[in-house]
T-cell receptor, first 112, second 114 residues
Framework: GQQLNQSPQSMFIQEGEDVSMNCTSS?????WLWYKQDPGEGPVLLIA?????ELTSNGRLTAQFGITRKDSFLNISASIPSDVGIYFC????????????FGSGTQLTVLP | EPEVTQTPSHQVTQMGQEVILRCVPI?????FYWYRQILGQKVEFLVS????????KSEIFDDQFSVERPDGSNFTLKIRSTKLEDSAMYFC????????????FGPGTRLLVL
């Protein structure tokens, strides 16, 4: 099956710093999604990307769908304490039941 | 804002027992999914369901698992004879069913098999 390689696995940053994380795949996806998961809760959608090359922002978050359709990155600017959590990328294939293939997650810790 | 709900939030069961996890998808959504997340690991796809039948399933979804939409609102996952390795968070998700839309996840059920 498809595999998504997400990096970094964890990050420790100071409040106010910018953060970048990315996902790569050997397979082509038609949709890339970024989710955030807080402990004991379900993934919450942050950004959805539908077209190769698309750059989308949601507040302090910016994500891009790679031109090759095999990668995506998520940037968080001016991090704040509530950004703490696990960030997952997920790829979705068209023509299937559109189940999501998830990356292994990036654990973000924001230090005051 | 509409959301996916799941019950129970936690379930503890003995190995070999049957469990039923329940989900209420968002009301106008047509596609439903179950995912599993073993502690500390990534979220894994189990099964998708559309038009009252399974549309796709992963290798994890073996004969011990079944899904059902018993009425117009609930979507259930049954594990017939639980194993220790079934301990995980189970997430239900749903999506509308148009060409470009995303899946919305419920809060999950934490299943612990003893």
């Amino acid at each position: 099956g498809q595999q998504l390689n997400q990096s970094p696995q964890s990050m420790f940053i100071q409040e106010g710093e910018d953060v970048s994380m990315n996902c790569t795949s050997s397979s082509i996806f038609n949709t890339w999604l970024w989710y955030k998961q807080d402990p004991g809760e379900g993934p919450v959608l942050l950004i959805a990307l539908y077209k190769a090359g698309e750059l989308t922002s949601n507040g302090r978050l910016t994500a891009q769908f790679g031109i090759t359709r095999k990668d995506s990155f998520l940037n968080i600017s001016a991090s704040i304490p509530s950004d703490v959590g696990i960030y997952f990328c997920a790829g979705q294939l068209i023509g299937s039941a559109r189940q999501l293939t998830f990356g292994s997650g990036t654990q973000l810790t924001v230090l005051p | 804002e509409p959301e996916v709900t799941q019950t129970p939030s936690h379930q503890v069961t003995q190995m070999g027992q049957e469990v039923i996890l329940r989900c209420v998808p968002i009301s106008n959504h047509l596609y439903f999914y179950w995912y599993r997340q073993i502690l500390g690991q990534k979220v894994e796809f189990l099964v998708s369901f559309y038009n009252n039948e399974i549309s796709e399933k992963s290798e994890i979804f073996d004969d011990q698992f079944s899904v059902e939409r018993p009425d117009g609102s609930n979507f259930t996952l049954k594990i017939r004879s639980t194993k220790l390795e079934d301990s995980a968070m189970y997430f239900c998700a749903s999506r509308v069913g148009t060409s470009q839309e995303t899946q919305y996840f419920g809060p999950g059920t934490r299943l612990l098999v003893l």
